[in-house]
């Protein structure tokens, strides 16, 4: 992965935003700069997610001084960064929630609006708690793939052992909110000497006292980790039949203004109403690079790809499984009901209300001639369907490839995390 900070850049962002807002000083400026570096690439953080945090003192309304915590505002994107997307928060108080025992959702976003120390608008990330719980200057969190790749699978808290040493600790996956904040500060305290921690099935937090330090350590535990994975290669997926952009391109034109009505219908058969999705409403993009038509056309791919998602991130988007369509079966509008009709069923096993007609249709609809057809609500959010979809097959074949059995998230967390009303603000952009 690229190291992307450049001095000459870094001290151009400076000057740019030179005292925009209360509180702002060099080194709150030079980690919303570290921010966007970060949201560059989206095999490190995408589409919401990721937050990075800065602890200072500002001045307080008595002149005193107040110790902040400002912390990226959840649903906004990294690579769209600006300094105003910080939310300056009470970290005296934030850590004194330590001791006090579990917080639930409702009272976090209500104590983390009335503590703010300059005011925003914006809630802050669900995350804040890790980052005000982490006793460093600055904090960064971001999604690995590489890192995803080495621990979604059986074995892999051993195998990042095998590759990190004691650089990196490890936890299970956690419950974003207080339970994350507690299990990650812990295991960085319980770890002493430890430079980051993994989250299974979520990401990495790594922090410092220098915003480049923290930037530079990101990058290279990620290039450490694409190194060892691709030294553990033993296989590639087995060769099926050959499909180029331009069959794949006819296939989609074909296939397109079929999937865009059988939405549509769904969806009116899904809303009380009978309003539905008009058709022209309905975008589709689609995931047709050689490497993605390679891996649904191989003999492997459907196993690959139809496995439940590895994060949270990704069901808000891809949903829990792609639809199939291929040969035999070809009925678009008969299969888009049975998706319809078990979405349902496991929506009302997990006792879901309130879900809309657009979150019950499928997101991902495979189709072996033409490649991932990714739906979304609007152009921009078919595309991060489709980004969420490539990152999602790509880390289950590299997993496959060096020889590992995949591990999903579980389904309860899986749900949990779709349709917690906290999480709901990230969607579109923790
Ligand atoms: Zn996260």
Same mark, same amino acid.
């Given at each position: 992965?690229?190291n992307?900070?450049?001095?000459?850049?870094?001290?151009?962002?400076?000057?740019?935003?030179?005292?925009?807002?209360?509180?702002? %000083?060099?080194d709150l400026?030079?980690?919303?700069?570290?921010?966007?570096?970060? @949201?560059?690439d989206n095999?490190l953080?995408?589409h919401?997610?990721?937050?990075?945090?800065?602890?200072?003192i500002i001045?307080?309304?008595? @002149?005193?001084?107040?110790?902040?915590?400002? &912390?990226k505002?959840? @649903?906004?994107?990294?690579?769209?960064?600006?300094p105003?997307?910080?939310v300056?928060?009470?970290?005296?108080?934030?850590?004194?929630?330590?001791?006090?025992?579990?917080?639930? %959702?409702?009272?976090?976003?209500?104590?983390f +609006?009335?503590h703010?120390?300059?005011?925003s608008? =914006?809630?802050?990330?669900?995350?804040?708690?890790?980052?005000?719980?982490? /006793?460093a200057?600055f904090?960064?969190h971001?999604?690995?793939?590489?890192?995803?790749?080495?621990?979604? +699978?059986?074995g892999?808290?051993?195998?990042?052992k095998?590759?990190?040493?004691?650089?990196?600790a490890?936890?299970?996956?956690? +419950?974003m909110?207080?339970?994350?904040?507690?299990?990650?500060?812990?295991?960085?305290?319980?770890?002493?000497?430890?430079?980051g921690?993994?989250?299974?099935?979520?990401?990495?937090?790594?922090?410092?006292?220098?915003? +480049?330090?923290?930037y530079?350590?990101?990058?290279?535990?990620i290039? =450490?980790?694409?190194?060892?994975?691709?030294a553990? &290669?033993?296989?590639? &997926?087995?060769?099926? *039949?050959?499909?180029?952009?331009?069959?794949?391109?006819?296939?989609?034109?074909?296939?397109? *203004?079929?999937?865009?009505?059988?939405?549509s219908?769904?969806?009116?058969?899904?809303?009380?109403?009978g309003?539905g999705?008009?058709?022209?409403k309905?975008?589709?993009?689609?995931?047709?690079?050689?490497?993605?038509l390679?891996?649904i056309?191989?003999p492997?791919?459907?196993?690959?790809?139809?496995? /439940?998602?590895m994060? /949270?991130?990704?069901p808000?988007?891809?949903?829990?499984?792609?639809?199939?369509?291929?040969?035999?079966?070809?009925?678009?509008?008969?299969?888009?009901?049975?998706?319809?009709?078990?979405?349902?069923?496991?929506?009302?096993?997990?006792?879901? &209300?309130n879900?809309?007609?657009a979150?019950?249709? /499928?997101?991902?609809?495979?189709?072996?001639?033409?490649?991932?057809v990714?739906?979304?609500a609007?152009?921009?959010?078919?595309?991060?369907?489709?980004?969420?979809?490539?990152?999602?097959?790509?880390?289950?074949?590299?997993i496959?490839?060096?020889?590992g059995?995949?591990?999903?998230?579980p389904?309860?967390?899986?749900?949990?995390?779709q349709?917690?009303?906290y999480q709901?603000a990230?969607k579109g952009?923790?």
């Amino acid at each position: 992965m690229l190291n992307r900070w450049n001095d000459v850049d870094a001290r151009e962002y400076l000057s740019r935003h030179d005292n925009r807002l209360d509180g702002t %000083d060099d080194d709150l400026l030079m980690m919303a700069c570290a921010t966007t570096l970060l @949201g560059a690439d989206n095999d490190l953080t995408m589409h919401g997610g990721g937050n990075t945090s800065v602890k200072k003192i500002i001045a307080g309304d008595s @002149g005193d001084g107040r110790r902040a915590l400002y &912390v990226k505002a959840s @649903g906004t994107s990294l690579d769209l960064f600006t300094p105003d997307c910080f939310v300056a928060m009470d970290l005296d108080f934030l850590e004194g929630l330590r001791g006090g025992g579990w917080v639930d %959702d409702e009272t976090m976003a209500r104590e983390f +609006r009335s503590h703010q120390l300059i005011h925003s608008d =914006r809630l802050p990330s669900i995350e804040s708690l890790m980052h005000a719980f982490i /006793p460093a200057k600055f904090v960064a969190h971001t999604h690995p793939a590489a890192i995803l790749k080495i621990v979604n +699978r059986a074995g892999g808290r051993d195998l990042l052992k095998e590759c990190f040493g004691d650089d990196l600790a490890v936890i299970p996956y956690t +419950r974003m909110g207080y339970d994350l904040a507690l299990a990650s500060s812990e295991a960085a305290r319980l770890n002493a000497g430890c430079r980051g921690v993994v989250i299974a099935h979520h990401g990495l937090v790594v922090w410092g006292d220098e915003v +480049r330090a923290v930037y530079d350590l990101t990058i290279d535990l990620i290039n =450490r980790a694409e190194e060892f994975l691709s030294a553990k &290669v033993i296989r590639s &997926v087995a060769p099926g *039949p050959a499909v180029s952009a331009e069959v794949s391109a006819k296939s989609y034109e074909l296939a397109a *203004p079929l999937i865009r009505e059988c939405l549509s219908q769904a969806s009116r058969g899904i809303d009380g109403s009978g309003a539905g999705i008009p058709v022209d409403k309905v975008a589709l993009a689609l995931l047709n690079t050689p490497d993605m038509l390679e891996l649904i056309n191989s003999p492997d791919g459907r196993d690959i790809i139809s496995d /439940p998602p590895m994060t /949270p991130d990704y069901p808000m988007l891809t949903r829990i499984l792609p639809l199939w369509l291929d040969e035999a079966n070809l009925s678009f509008m008969a299969s888009i009901d049975t998706f319809v009709h078990d979405y349902r069923v496991y929506l009302d096993s997990q006792g879901a &209300v309130n879900v809309t007609a657009a979150e019950q249709l /499928p997101q991902v609809v495979i189709i072996p001639s033409a490649g991932a057809v990714c739906f979304g609500a609007s152009e921009a959010a078919a595309r991060r369907t489709a980004d969420f979809a490539r990152q999602a097959f790509s880390i289950r074949r590299a997993i496959f490839e060096t020889g590992g059995e995949y591990e999903s998230l579980p389904e309860r967390h899986l749900f949990d995390m779709q349709y917690r009303g906290y999480q709901q603000a990230k969607k579109g952009g923790g």
